[in-house]
Every structure is written in structure tokens, then in C-alpha cells.
């Protein structure tokens, strides 16, 4: 059964995005100033209601880690007040003339970016994330229903009431304070999930079954990754050199994400030479490596199971197979991976080039390490999430991921019967120049 | 339950699409080329499979106008074969660069069209269609899962024959004949809709009943629309001959039509004036209107009721309103449209503007007729159908409907731990222009 009240509430935020979707540039990064500003004053607030949520964490016993992660202190502030002035500086991606096209003489179609209309986004226990989240949001011209950590549950309250105060309070501004609301119970997760007549694009972050479990149990959109299980194949043509370091960077770098190497693939012809240097690498930095019997013949390790090349360790674990050719690489790679990122390490640009044509992933590498695969790494201004999605949005995710569009049609009284039966009018289909349509005016 | 047999053969056309996506254009026109020569050389075969067709469905009492839909002779033939070619000739929608960048020196990225992998096509009795679609599937390098109307079995099963018959037939030939698998009884269409791991995209084409039964019964994507609630706004500036004019067309020009008007709202300005010749014009062209209480104290009109705010006709029916200002005609919109194609009828730019800023329709047009919104009067060179989606793409739908994209790395040895740390390396992060990158292979 869908919660009346919750419903009422999500409805007042798609109500909020219309209005939100006619207002400027200006009005929105107006708006993101007053933000900062009574962030700034009201910090003391915030820092008080931060310390209860550690208070309480501390008392419940929650990992150092994940106390480290829920601290927002003056450090904090600054960097996400320098990430407000960072959104405020990014172009408008609303409005943006997509193509344009003369129909006929005075008939002109318009492919332009619009917002997609209200986003649902869960997030972890970091309360920075919320404001990064929502400023992403309003400089796109997004609603957005937020759900945070229950541990961080005092300081995304009062982070939240800043976003609501700063629409209320600006005089003559037009981003009304309902187009942001926060979510505070998992039940009303559950419930949100059911709501897609107000939710058009759920963003979850968090851990693998989290996502699965969202992704299972909605008809909305799920823009999201539930697993990353990353490949390397190490080509017949491999400079082991770089192979060696490439791959040690793209397992132990930072084992604990997405991008990181989970399976790594071996040319036969290149195993016995490959194999030692790689295992004494990988010795140096911690990394147990788990290997099919051919790998377990060349070098010391334990012997994988079928269970292996299903598996993200997210931690300093290498599951090794040894693969007669390179199709036998592609077809591991289609059958266990998640779609997420795979790369190749040769020399051979054929090799490499076919290898990025083949293989059916969100980002495919050649002669790098898989954890390149990252919105900032990549120069996308702000990163959104990543994607597994085949649809509108794959890999990393900028803003860009937060817009549709619409084909607006200016037309002078035109219909379609002049257009068909006997000595119909032709259409131009003119395509018109970027430069000949800058405004939405014109 | 899922039938394991239909999993299988679904399993190898998500197999046989990962060979097709390293086809080159050139494998993929030649084989529509083949395609057309065997449906040439097959033609007695085929008309004779659609006349056993039209037996049972003159003998099954089926409707005049579907019978003549289902008819497949020799013009049908002429233009299947005048529709390949002009697939052939469109340009290759995979492998264009739609963005690169230059992350550090050799380092290089790319965003690259792709195919989205196996498309699940649902539609209507017209064998033709099966000919069409499965043409754009292949030259876009997707998979395709088929299912035409019952009524065109016997058609439908030769003409995929042939498409299988011309990948099984070319020499040297690299398109699988696994890339194609007709369906043939509804139950297998429910069992698709659980295999998401096969299927990446749905199109259905058919009733609005059948569209919103397949959006609620599968987690796989849908790109269609449910209904076309389309509206014209008559604003107190509009010009009264113009208004008229395009009003007709759009109600009468052809009625059973998703873009055909449903409802018009009309200024309480303007409707002393507007709505008697409005009147006129419609009974000549055998239009019932249904007015609310205000329209019918002007004009001679039956009363509306709710429900006919929420009613598409898909007939010589308009419901009309009249609306006390802008923002109430865009209120009505926004409870009681489908988000299809709406409409403003004014002198003012200005209103115009803010009216197709603020209605949240795939389609939003100034002074002409809603019947505009088409893929083919757009110019999109092919259409693959119509879309009330807000994310992957919206309205009329071109080839590039059916592409994804994915990322691609070029790198010589990077590893991110350089670019981390004290001291780290910087990104360059300079965008790429497109006259730079023409190749995958440069």
C-alpha cells in the first residue's frame, strides 16, 4: 500500500520541478550562492547536529572507518563550499540547442536539453555527499527526493533544511522549497520505489546488493552499477614490463572499488614468462592470487574455484585463468563480467582496437589500468554515478546523465494536410548550423 | 517459469549480436543487399504464404481494414524493397565519435557509438513492418527478437526465413543467422519479458492496453508511448482564422492517430470569439464536441465529463475547456496529458516560449498542427517509434534510438597511482575536436 502522505509529499516535488524547470541560470546559481552563504552561517548548527550523529555512532559501536566517513567538521565545509562554487561555475546544461532543423520556411524544429524532472537519490553515510548531490540537481534543474545514511541522520536534516530555507528565503526568487525533500525512513525507501508517477531516475549508491535490491523492486529507472568484476587480458603481444605494472595498479591501487581488477586473463603463450615476474609483484604489495591449474603449474597459488571468475573481492584478491586464445578472453569476459570495465595489455593495435569493438562494456581499455575509469579522471566536470545501464547513460556519468530533452516546433500556421494527398507540399529538412540557433528565442 | 528452450535461442542471438557488433558497415549493407535479392527471388513463396494468411482471415471474419493491412503483394514487395535501400544508404550509426578528449599524453579517450545488443520488437499485423524493423536492427548492428500479429504468421515466418537464409547464405559473410529469432505465440512474449539478461530494449508497437501491459510486467527497458492525450492551447493572443485552421487539421486530418488532438483549452478571452467559428468548422468535418459548462454556454456542445479530460478518442471527438489563464491551461496539461505532444496557439513569442519551456511533453509546438510529431515530417531519416521516455530518447525516435555508447581508453602504460599522492601527475584533460579523431583506429 502506497503511504498517503509520502505521496502527497513527492507529488508537491514534481509540482516544484515545474516551476524549477522555467527558471534561469541565474536564478538557479543565485540560489546556490544563498546556499553557501547560510551554510557559512549557520556552521556551528551544523557541526552540533554532526557531533550527535557521532555521538550516537560512537555509542552503537560503528566501525572507525565509517565514523571517519560520517565527520563533518571544518574540513568539510570548506571543500564542499568549494564544490558549491565549483557547480555554480559549470556551464547550463538546460537549453542547450542539441540540432535544429528547418522542416519547411518557417517551420523549425528544436532538439533541446531539458531536466528529467524529479531524482531520487540514495546515498551513503558521507553527509557532504548530500550537498554535492542536491547542488548537482538545481544547477540541472532537477527535483530531487534524497535518502542519506540513518547515522548521519541529524546533520542531513539540518543540511537539508538549509537547501529548503534558501528557497524560501530569497526575495523574488523562483526556486520554490519544496523542489528538495528528504527521505528519513527505509520504509519510505520501500515506498518510493512504488512511486514513479513522481520519481523519474533513482541514483542509488551504496553496496552491490543495495543496488541489486533497488533495481529488483522498481519500475522507475535505475541509473547505477551493482557489481564491477573487471578484467585484464594479458595479450600473447604483451610487453610484460608494463604488463606487470599495470596490473598491479589496476588490483592494489585501491582495491576496495568498482574500477579495481578482479579477473586477470593469460594468453598461454605468454604464461611462463609473464606469470613469475607478475607473482613476485604481486607478493611485494599483498595480493593473494587464486589461479585455474594451468596458472597453478607455473607459479605458487591457491587454486581457483568456478566461484572465482563469478566474484568481486573488493579487496587484495586476483583470481588468474590461463586462456588458449583471444576469443577464449572475450568469451570469459562476456560470461562472468558485469559490463563494468575490462581492458587489454599488447602491443598490437589490431589486437587492442578489436578487443574495445568486442567487448560489451561500459569502458574498455587499452594499455592502461582499469581504475582510469572515473568521471574526474575522465574530465566530466562532476560525476553522477556509473553506470551499467545500456540506455541514455553509460560509464561514468556526468551531468549530463540528469538531462533529457524535448523537440520544441516553431511553426506560422502550418498543417499536415498541406503536406500529404495529391501536390503536397515538400518538406526542406534543412539541417540548421549550431552558430544560426544560440538562443532559445531565436 | 522460464522456458528453458526460448532462453536458449534467446541466449544465442545475445551471443550472435556480439559477433554482429564487429561487422563493418560494409558486412551489414551487403547483407541487407542480399536480403532484398532472396526477397526478390522468393516472391512467388511469399505472396503465397500471405495469401494462406488472408484465407484464415476472411474466413476468421477479421475486420476489412486489417485484412487489407495484412496484405503483402507485389507493391507491398516494390516498397520492402525501396525501404531496404534506403537503410542501405544511411550512414553507419556505429562507431562515431561523439566525443574525445586527451586525458594526458597517451592517454587518450573516446565516447564511441555502439549497439544497444538485442532489441525485443513487438507489433502489429502488417507483415511489412517485420521487414523495416528488422532492417534498422541490422544496420544499427542490434539483435532482434520479433513478434508480429498472429494473423501474418505464414508471412512473417518466410520473411524471417529469408533474413536467416541471407546470413547462412554469403560467402565469407560475417553476419550470424542467429541474430534474428522470430517469436511466435503470446506465451513466448511473456516469458521475453523475464529474460532481461537476453534482451536489452523493448519496442512494442500495438494497442495502448497492450504498450502499458508490457511497461508493467518487465524490468527490461521500454521505449514507446502508452497514449497520446495531446492538447492545443488557444491563448487569449492567438489569431482566430490561424487557431481554427490548425485546429481542424490536428483534431480531423487523421483521427486515430497518437498525435491527433484530444482536448482543447481555450483562453476565457478569446472564447466569445474563438469558439463559435471554431464550431462551424468542425461540424463540416463531422467532429462532435464535448464542452465543460462554460463552452457549452457559448456554443452548442455536449456536456464533458472528468473522464473525458483523461479519454484519447483516437476519433472525430474533441473535448474542449475553457481556462481562466496560461498557468491553467498548463496546470490541466501537466494532471490530465500523457506528456506526448502539446500545443500553444498565440501572437506572442513570448508566451509561446514559456509555454514549451514549461509543458513537460516529448513534443511542445507554437502555431501548428500536433500531427507534426513524426519521425519521417522531423526528417530522422528512418523512425523507429515514438517515445514518451524521459531518459535514452523522447518523441519520434531515429536510428540512434537504437545505439548505446561506450568508453574507450587508449593508453601506452598509464597507472592511476602516478596521478595520485604527493607530487602527483596532472591531467590535461583538452578536448579533442571531432576533425581530429575520423578513425576508430587512429
Known amino acids: 500500500m502506497i503511504n498517503t502522505e509520502l505521496a502527497g509529499n513527492l507529488e508537491k516535488v514534481k509540482a516544484a520541478q515545474k ?3 522555467v527558471t534561469t541560470r541565474e536564478d538557479r546559481d543565485a540560489y546556490l550562492s544563498d546556499v553557501a552563504e547560510i551554510l557559512r552561517n549557520r556552521s556551528t548548527a551544523v557541526f552540533e547536529a554532526n557531533r550527535k550523529d557521532i ?5 552503537e559501536h560503528l566501525a572507525k572507518p565509517l565514523i571517519k566517513r560520517l565527520l563533518f567538521d571544518k574540513g568539510k565545509l570548506d ?5 558549491i562554487d565549483q557547480v555554480i561555475s559549470l556551464p547550463d546544461p538546460n537549453n542547450r540547442i542539441l540540432e535544429a532543423r528547418e522542416l519547411d520556411e518557417g517551420l523549425i524544429l528544436k532538439r533541446v536539453s ?16 548530500l550537498i554535492q548531490i542536491a547542488s548537482l540537481c538545481i544547477k540541472s534543474g532537477n527535483g530531487i527526493v534524497l535518502k542519506g545514511g540513518s547515522e548521519a541522520a541529524e546533520t542531513n536534516r539540518i543540511l537539508a533544511s538549509i537547501f529548503q530555507e534558501a528557497a524560501a528565503a530569497r526575495k523574488g526568487g523562483r526556486v520554490p522549497s519544496e523542489w528538495i525533500y528528504l527521505l528519513e525512513t527505509r520504509d519510505q525507501v520501500k515506498e518510493m520505489l512504488k512511486l514513479d508517477a513522481f520519481i523519474d531516475l533513482l541514483i542509488p549508491r551504496g553496496s552491490n546488493s543495495f543496488v541489486k535490491y533497488i533495481m529488483d523492486n522498481t519500475n522507475i529507472p535505475v541509473l547505477g552499477h551493482a557489481e564491477g568484476i573487471c578484467h585484464s587480458y594479458i595479450d600473447a603481444d604483451a ?6 605494472r599495470i596490473t598491479v595498479d589496476a588490483k592494489s591501487q585501491y582495491p576496495a572499488v568498482c574500477n579495481a581488477l578482479e579477473t586477470l586473463l593469460v594468453n598461454r603463450e605468454i604464461a611462463q614468462d609473464f606469470l613469475p615476474p607478475l607473482a613476485e609483484a604481486m607478493k611485494k604489495v599483498g595480493v593473494e592470487l587464486r589461479g585455474d591449474a594451468a596458472v597453478c603449474s607455473i607459479i605458487d597459488c591457491i587454486p581457483a574455484e568456478e566461484a572465482d571468475w563469478r566474484t568481486e573481492y573488493l579487496d587484495l584478491i586476483l583470481s588468474i585463468k590461463i586462456v588458449d586464445s583471444f576469443d577464449n578472453a572475450v568469451n570469459h569476459i562476456h560470461t562472468y563480467g558485469s559490463g563494468h570495465t575490462d581492458s587489454i595489455i599488447t602491443e598490437s593495435p589490431t589486437q587492442a ?3 574495445m569493438q568486442t567487448v560489451d562494456s561500459a569502458d574498455v581499455m587499452w594499455n592502461c589500468s582499469t581504475r582510469f575509469s572515473d568521471g574526474f579522471r575522465y574530465g566530466l566536470g562532476a560525476e553522477v554515478g556509473i553506470s551499467t545501464l545500456k540506455i541514455h547513460a553509460r560509464g561514468p556519468v556526468g551531468l549530463e546523465g540528469l538531462m533529457s530533452y524535448k523537440w520544441k516546433l516553431y511553426g506560422s500556421g502550418q498543417i499536415v494536410a498541406d503536406y500529404t494527398g495529391s501536390n503536397p507540399r515538400k518538406f526542406t529538412h534543412k539541417k540548421i548550423l549550431q552558430e544560426q540557433v544560440s538562443g532559445p528565442q531565436n
Chains 1, 2 share one sequence.
Open 19 to 21: 516551476i524549477l524547470a
Open 239 to 244: 610487453d610484460i614490463a608494463k604488463a606487470v
Open 55 to 59: 555521538a550516537r555512532a560512537e555509542k
Open 79 to 83: 571543500s564542499v563550499l568549494a564544490g
Open 353 to 355: 582496437e578489436l578487443f
Open 114 to 129: 531539458c531536466p528529467i524532472g524529479v531524482i531520487g537519490m540514495i546515498f551513503e553515510s558521507r553527509p557532504d555527499a
